[in-house]
């Protein structure tokens, strides 16, 4: 987004906006949950920059059967281009937004919040930059221009940076976690397997569209109109599984192997942990260091079974056990072969030549593990 259009006059951006045929049409979608007395703002404001801008527009509220007067709030106001939609299933903010884009009629989709948190204003500015060429628009907080309201607390921005911080490796935009976004409807109907859980619905699409062009106006968030927000702890305990999801759909070998190696040191406190309580317990030295290995082995084993391979989790547990077993004792004795010949060559030599060889042992029987159990063991069936 150029600063050229961001200072052009109103009646400029609406001359504009008129002689971008594609984009005939915004559906601008609003999910919602107990905001009854924020749905007639709302409404106004979006009149006023419809009537300003001859804009031709729907907004469709997704509401998640609020039962507080929203359906009737919507219907008081009157205005024929806009509609609520009342959800029983499958609640939560971002299915919500994503049911409410399958029933957009209009080329261009904008989503935005219902407590007058977001500018409207900044709307055009966004429909712009879809026409020029940018596949993703976000209202940003981050970027030079943009802000959030005084009295957001030390925690819930400390809280959104951390958050944002997170979702580095999948984008780089600077406010990933802005609920305040627009994108073209015909890029949203080729996106494939949407599923976010929680409130990171613009992450989703951004990583799950593979979007490169992603602009962002700044924008002022300001603090809710009426009302309470429903961001709860438990929703944001559901952006983790988000993370967990978009980062398996992004780096999917990667995070295979990430994950395989998390289990993998979660194994070394395990193992040396029974090894201090059976030690304690007054067992013999050989003793202590079976229960170690083999406490670690299953719990490897049922973490990598929950975790890394959860997509192989329906199937027999104890095949699957088996087959861990005898793949990493496998492991084992390539690590044990690799230490012993690296020990006896050159490279062996000097003081930690040894070191060396056991820790290059360690390496190798572990990329063994990985590769038995990834392509073996918990190799993924192919849907006849
Ligand atoms: N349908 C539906 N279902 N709507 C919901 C739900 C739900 O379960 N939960 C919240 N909403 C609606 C609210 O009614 C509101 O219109 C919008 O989603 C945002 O909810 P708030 O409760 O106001 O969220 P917030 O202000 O804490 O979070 C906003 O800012 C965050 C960045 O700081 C949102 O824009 C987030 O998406 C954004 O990440
Ligand atoms: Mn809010």
């Not at 404001?45 to 801008?53: A, T, Y």
């Not at 029983?88 to 209009?106: E, H, K, M, P």
């Not at 990171?200 to 603090?223: M, Q, R, T, W, Y």
């Not at 077993?325 to 230490?339: D, E, K, M």
Request: aromatic share 10%; net charge positive; glycine share 8%.
């Amino acid at each position: 987004m150029n600063m050229q259009t961001m200072m052009k006059p109103v009646s400029a951006v609406t001359d504009d906006l008129a002689r971008i045929e594609v984009l005939a049409g915004v559906s601008i979608v609003i999910p919602t949950y107990r905001e009854a007395e924020n749905i007639p703002l709302i409404l106004n404001r979006i009149d006023q920059l419809r009537q300003l801008h001859n804009l031709t527009i729907e907004v469709l509220f997704m509401d998640d059967n609020s039962g507080d007067g929203s359906v009737e709030a919507v219907e008081a106001a009157g205005y024929d281009w806009a509609r609520i939609i009342v959800r029983t299933q499958d609640r939560g903010l971002s299915q919500s937004v994503i049911d409410g884009f399958r029933n957009a009629r209009y080329p261009v989709l904008v989503c935005m919040d219902c407590d007058l948190s977001h500018p409207v204003d900044v709307i055009p500015q966004m429909v712009l930059a879809l026409a020029t060429g940018q596949q993703f628009v976000l209202g940003s907080r981050y970027v030079p221009g943009g802000s959030t309201d005084d009295d957001w607390g030390i925690f819930r921005y400390l809280n959104s940076r951390v958050a944002t911080w997170l979702a580095r490796p999948l984008t780089r935009v600077k406010d990933p976690m802005s609920g305040f976004f627009a994108l073209r409807r015909d890029d949203f109907l080729k996106a494939d397997e949407l599923n976010p859980v929680g409130y990171k619905v613009a992450l989703e699409l951004i990583v799950k569209c593979g979007f490169d062009n992603v602009a962002e106006v700044p924008i002022h968030f300001s603090d809710r109109a009426l009302g309470e927000s429903k961001l709860t702890l438990r929703e944001q305990l559901k952006y983790i599984k988000h993370l967990r999801r978009l980062y398996i759909h992004k780096f999917s070998n990667a995070m295979y192997l990430l994950q395989f190696l998390v289990v993998g040191a979660s194994g070394v406190v395990v193992n040396l942990a029974t090894l201090s309580l059976l030690l304690m317990a007054g067992l013999p030295a050989a003793a202590c260091l079976a229960g170690g290995i083999a406490t670690s082995v299953v719990t490897n084993f049922l973490l990598n079974r929950r975790f890394t391979f959860s997509y192989a989790r329906d199937r027999n547990i104890w095949k699957q056990f088996v087959g861990f077993v005898t793949v990493s004792s496998l492991g084992i004795a390539v690590n044990y072969g690799v230490a012993l010949s690296v020990a006896g060559t050159a490279l062996a030599q000097g003081r930690f030549g040894l070191h060396m060889s056991a820790l290059a042992g360690i390496a190798c029987g572990m990329l063994f593990n990985y590769l038995g159990n990834r392509y073996v063991i918990f190799r993924k069936t192919h849907m006849r």
